[in-house]
């Protein structure tokens, strides 16, 4: 039942806000966004970990077609839970700041959202999963398609477009292994599991599941409507974008296509690997070549996706365990930098590094913050970047040592686009741009100090939340061998 709960009080809380109209959206939409993280902790504090699948809930949706609308926590959903509702406050926290048009409808649709995210991480019924999956799109879309920037027309039909062709591979693929589960059909994950598929259909299935969640997250070369959306979009929908719904492709990953077709893994992980790690290299190296700030975290968000994925399908204990918290870190660190983006921007109405310099002079405060969490995304030690990366590279290079060592190079070159961010924008001479810049306000603050707080959190006990994932990556892995 508190699954349930996580899922309807998000949505709960949305209709409220569109209730109450714009005079007080933002409040109603934070008081909800702070009842789902209460929740989400409880629910953490209840958890045992080797427990497998706990607070399921189901009830018959098509019950003739044995689906069911189905759903419980393991430790992988554990984690996206927690980064979900921690992360969707800050976000709606960091809009306060601006005066958006149609406000209620604006924050209704984050928290519609959050209740989608929650529904993929928790579904244990395979259409339930693909309903959230889908539905997840839907509100994103809108909050970039109406408060998006010149451009939004044309990007986000890319991003719908990308999104619902890939999705329809996936849906197929579901579709044909419902059609294979003995007896009176079912849509468990569980009967997925079971399955004994031939080579042939695996590889199939692989390809479908793969798209689909290739595009997702995204992975090269299915990639390209990301930069544009993430730059075009409202801040606000590219935390989403970037924080938390990404997370739903690597997830997938390791929920639905790694157990469902091992054989599939098998013949196409390698070449998974290879796309991933050229994912890594390519879109670093257009991450240094980036004069817009809000790009640029773009494409360094591209490059941390590509070192998961590559993690995933190595198949092993580290890789999997290294996506899981790196996860949750790239989360926080993401939705860091694209608000101190937001924030440069606001103050100095430019985001171009050719036009900044001199920030650090006057915003002591803003200049640790961002710093902070720039040494988290470049993955120092005692980082919250650190733990998740050291587990991937450990997992590709096990793998493959070639495929390992170039992925490697994503510690080199993500300190060269990272470090250059900061020296453009924060050092040398001050610029006509950012006169009277101030530093932050007590709001912001209360915005970056958490999320500085799970930078090193993470960084220094990353068991707190290793040990949540471990028993059920474990329990993937025994399915998959």
């Known amino acids: 039942m508190l699954t349930l709960l996580l899922i309807l009080i998000p949505i709960a809380a949305a209709v409220l806000t569109l209730a109450t109209g714009a005079r007080l959206a933002k409040q109603v939409a934070l008081i909800g966004g702070l009842a789902e993280l209460g929740l989400a ?18 009830y018959h949706w098509l019950q003739s077609a044995g689906i069911s609308f189905a759903g419980g926590i393991d430790g992988i959903s554990m984690v996206l839970v927690l980064l979900t509702a921690f992360l969707t406050p800050f976000i709606i926290l960091s809009a306060f700041g601006h005066d958006y048009k149609n406000s209620a409808t604006f924050y209704s649709l984050i928290l519609f959202m959050e209740a989608a995210l929650i529904g993929v991480f928790t579904a244990t019924d395979a259409f339930l999963f693909y309903l959230f999956f889908e539905a997840a799109l839907i509100p994103v879309y809108f909050l970039a398609a109406v408060w998006g920037g010149e451009n939004r027309a044309k990007v986000t039909f890319k ?15 579901l579709v044909y292994l419902y059609y294979q589960t003995p007896g009176t059909h079912t849509s468990e994950l569980t009967a ?76 196409w992980g390698i070449l998974a690997v290879i796309l991933s790690v050229i994912g890594i290299i390519y879109g670093s190296i257009i991450a240094i070549q980036q004069r817009d700030m809000k790009r640029l975290v773009a494409y360094s968000s591209f490059a941390h996706v590509g070192l998961m994925s590559a993690g995933v399908f190595s198949v092993s204990a580290n890789g999997l365990q290294g996506a899981m918290v790196q996860m949750l870190a790239h989360g926080i660190n993401v939705v860091g930098m694209f608000y101190i983006v937001d924030l440069i921007q606001a ?14 002079q ?92 799970m930078v090193f959190w993470i960084g220094i006990f990353p068991n707190t939340f290793l040990k949540i994932s471990e028993p059920a990556v474990n329990q993937i892995l025994q399915i998959i061998n």
């Open 41 to 58: 902790v409880f629910v953490w504090s209840q958890f045992d970990p080797s427990a497998g699948s706990q607070f399921a809930f189901k």
């Open 159 to 173: 991003f719908f477009i990308y999104t619902m062709f890939g999705s329809l591979f996936m849906l197929v693929a």
């Open 192 to 267: 997925f599991y079971n399955l004994q598929l031939s080579a042939h259909s695996q590889g199939f299935i692989f390809w479908a599941f793969f798209i689909a969640f290739a595009i997702k997250m995204p992975l090269f070369p299915f990639h390209t409507w990301q930069p544009d959306t993430y730059t075009e979009s409202p801040t606000q929908a590219t935390m989403l974008l970037s924080g938390i719904m990404l997370k739903m492709g690597v997830y997938g990953l390791i929920r639905l296509l790694l157990p469902i077709v091992p054989l599939g893994v098998e013949t």
């Open 347 to 360: 103050r100095t109405k430019t985001r171009y590094l050719d036009q900044l310099g001199g920030i650090s």
């Open 362 to 453: 006057s915003s002591p405060q803003f200049s640790v913050y961002f710093m902070i969490l720039l040494l988290g995304s470049v993955a120092l030690p005692l980082t919250n970047g650190f733990p998740g990366e050291f587990l991937l590279l450990s997992g590709v290079f096990n793998y493959n040592a070639w495929l390992g060592a170039i992925a490697g190079l994503t510690i080199i070159l993500g300190s060269v686009y990272m470090l250059r961010l900061y020296q453009k924008s924060m050092f040398g001479q001050k610029s006509n741009w950012v006169e009277g810049f101030k530093d932050l306000t007590l709001s912001e603050s209360l915005i970056l100090i958490p999320l500085v707080v």
